[in-house]
């Protein structure tokens, strides 16, 4: 399938290199892992392993959060009302003690998503292959991490071998170039960059973001761009680390010191993609050109600009793509050619994996500052050390000043296992991932949006530019 | 893990391009034991089920496609979540393949490693697949994995590409971790080599 290449290699190609152990005639590499995080969806993978006789190979590169099953009223395993949510999060745990791997429980301060957690303790780190039963584990390659989520039963053979078996994938570089307009953020480029490729654009691939738009974004911001790489289809979302990157690094509680920091450095810098490299595809995308977008469909490759209209179905020549569009009006309620401005919503949620850091947050608060929601709005952090930092800067207090509800960290309506869940029929603007059918409860229609652009539809009621509120 | 050689059965068109693992089986389900009795309920729930329980006309519930244990699908099935569940579920319903133009790469991973074939056949074939399903309803399909050749309703022939690792797996049902541990020994020099190039990463 692969052309012969020169010597020269891409960011991806160099971290899978150095982690092959041995590679079959087919192609398939087995690629050490050096890192694995694990949620509480996955507790029954320790008992299953142990049934069959095999035990935990590196329980230190192992790194457990519950967050998947954790109600966001609740503080520690005790508040979870009995059931099969508090069963999840005390398996997860009661595998921590046995087994002895690290495990932020909820009432560590420390505690979080997953994807939140890791790069904010150091557990992520440029270069390392990192792997988690999570497909959002795209988010990590933010940093210039190879990582990417697996299924259970991958999870189990990383558990027992510190191993995977991967083939390598189609190489694909996404330049953003251009300046962003004031008032967007990362989630508008993604969004764009998924309706301009497709929801399976992407896959095969593993997608490098470059061009002088990703290296102006902060890593959280960044993380936003690799996290949703998998609504386009590709697992890997990665982006070289640059000085952004070590100083993000740098000092955080996992990474490496002193020495250790400094060969770190030595083989970090050799990371980006050599000039010569060759993609297998390339795309570039115009960062000016950005609008703050808002998807109408139950795929994210179904967006618009907020000065837009709802597509009509008609006017698209592929007979496939209009059946899929018109069933996605259906389902979501929606009039081809209704201004995106004039739809009202019911709800907003602030949160997720792709969007509940702390510049999320402060982006969220600069709408909210002196005005109030008409819709009920939950703002949920992505981690305890997010909370306690919106706390120290003020925010939770513009939030619930607002009328919003401020709450205690985990995946929440993004998932929507929790309990906190929409009613069928009730439209979100949601700062999440996915806004597939039911995504957020039977019969939800999610509608993705930036931090910025669901506080002001939350202030609004509708979808509102918010660039018209920022202060 | 079952051996995956030639299947022959029932098949089912399922016309929903981009579907993804929270239609194969909703979140609120994740939880649940994969040996729970109901999971054969779970696969494309709230599509086949409304709010009531009670069922909907969707395809897969209407005679004789209730007996199909091949899916034959549109672009991009199983796109999404990484959940794995969404596998036990077509398990539990004894779904043995699953013939798509495209598939989320997560899911397609999770299939060959429980022994069921998904199989990539173009978007056109794909498409004159189920037209002749709901054309025949009750039509089988059968599909050799050792010649990776898919014969349709109409007899017709349609082959197919799989990587030679996945088609080892499924032909003879072998488990990745015992697979895994025939390279012991090379496991355990790149681990001693690599421990002491990375002292930053232990």
């Not at chain 1, 999570?134 to 558990?159: N, P, Q, R, Y």
């Not at chain 1, 703002?379 to 997010?386: I, K």
Request: proline share 5%.
């Amino acid at each position: 399938m692969n052309a012969p290449r020169s010597h020269s290699k891409t960011l991806f190609e160099k971290i899978f290199d150095r982690h092959v152990i041995v590679t079959r005639e087919s192609g398939d590499a087995l690629l050490f892992i050096d890192r694995q995080l694990i949620h509480d969806l996955h507790y029954r993978s320790f008992e299953e392993l142990q049934a069959v006789g095999r035990t935990i190979r590196y329980p230190d590169q192992l790194f457990a959060t519950p967050d998947h099953s954790v109600p966001t009223t609740a503080k520690k395993l005790t508040d979870i009302p009995q059931g099969e949510m508090r069963d999840t999060v005390a398996g997860l745990q009661e595998a921590a003690e046995r087994i002895g791997f690290t495990h932020f429980d909820m009432t560590d301060p420390r505690h979080g998503i997953v994807h939140v957690v890791g790069p904010e303790q150091g557990i992520t780190l440029p270069g390392l292959t990192l792997v988690c039963g999570d497909s959002h584990t795209s988010t990590h390659g933010a940093l210039g991490c190879l990582s990417f989520g697996i299924g259970s039963t991958e999870v189990k053979h990383v558990l027992a071998t510190q191993t995977l078996w991967q083939r390598k994938p189609r190489s694909m570089r996404i330049t953003v170039d251009g300046t962003l307009g004031l008032g967007l953020s990362a989630k508008d480029i993604i969004l764009t960059i998924i309706r301009h490729i497709g929801a399976a654009g992407g896959t095969g691939y593993a997608i490098e973001y470059a061009g002088s738009a990703i290296r102006q974004l902060s890593i959280e911001g960044r993380m936003t761009i690799s996290n949703m790489t998998i609504e386009a289809g590709a697992r890997f979302g990665i982006i070289a680390p640059d000085d952004k990157t070590l100083e993000y690094v740098y000092g955080r509680p996992y990474a490496p010191t002193d020495e250790k920091w400094e060969e770190a450095m030595a083989y970090w810098r050799l990371l980006p993609s050599d000039d010569t490299a060759v993609f297998d595809k390339e795309i570039n995308i115009n960062a000016a050109a950005i609008e703050p977008t808002v998807t109408w469909g139950n795929s994210p490759q179904f967006c618009v600009g907020i000065s837009d209209v709802i597509p009509d179905p008609a006017s698209e020549a592929d007979l496939a793509t209009r059946a899929n569009m018109e069933s996605a009006l259906t389902y979501m309620d929606l009039l081809p050619g209704t201004p995106v401005n004039k739809i009202d919503i019911d709800r907003v949620f602030i949160g997720s994996c792709t969007n509940s850091r702390i510049e999320d947050l402060r982006q969220a608060a600069e709408v909210f500052k002196g005005r109030s929601v008409v819709v009920p709005t939950l703002v949920v952090p992505g981690s305890g050390l997010v909370k306690s930092e919106a706390e120290r800067e003020g925010l939770d207090r513009i939030f619930i000043n607002a009328g919003a509800q401020w709450r205690e960290p985990g995946c929440s309506m993004c998932v929507a296992i929790n309990g906190d869940v929409l009613s069928p029929g009730q439209r979100c603007a949601s700062t999440s991932n996915r806004n597939f059918q039911g995504r957020q409860g039977m019969g939800s229609r999610t509608h993705l949006v930036s931090p910025a652009m669901a506080a002001a539809a939350a202030v609004t009621g509708r979808f509102t530019d918010s660039r018209r509120l920022s202060s | 893990m079952q051996p995956f050689r030639r299947f022959s059965a029932v098949a089912v068109p399922i016309d929903i391009p981009n579907c993804d693992t929270d239609q194969i089986i909703p979140a609120r389900f994740l939880r649940r034991a994969k040996d729970d009795p109901a999971y054969a309920r779970f696969l494309l729930h709230d599509l086949r089920f409304h709010a009531d329980d009670t069922e909907t006309s969707f395809i897969f519930n209407q005679i004789p496609y209730t007996n199909a244990q091949i899916l034959v699908c549109d672009i991009n099935w199983g796109c999404g979540s990484s959940r794995e569940a969404a596998v036990n579920a077509l398990m539990a319903n004894h779904i043995r393949a699953v013939i798509a133009p495209t598939f989320g790469d997560i899911h397609y991973s999770n299939c060959i490693k429980n022994g069921l074939l998904p199989v990539r056949l173009s978007a056109a074939n794909c498409n004159h697949i189920r037209i002749q399903l709901h054309e025949s309803p009750g039509a089988s399909i059968t599909i050799d994995l050792d010649k990776q050749a898919v014969s349709g309703p109409d007899r017709k022939g349609y082959m197919f590409d799989i990587d030679p690792m996945d088609k080892i797996r499924l032909l003879h049902g072998l488990d990745d971790i015992s697979m895994t541990l025939e390279h012991q020994a090379e496991i355990e020099a790149f681990e001693r080599d690599y421990r002491k190039k990375n002292r930053w990463i232990f």
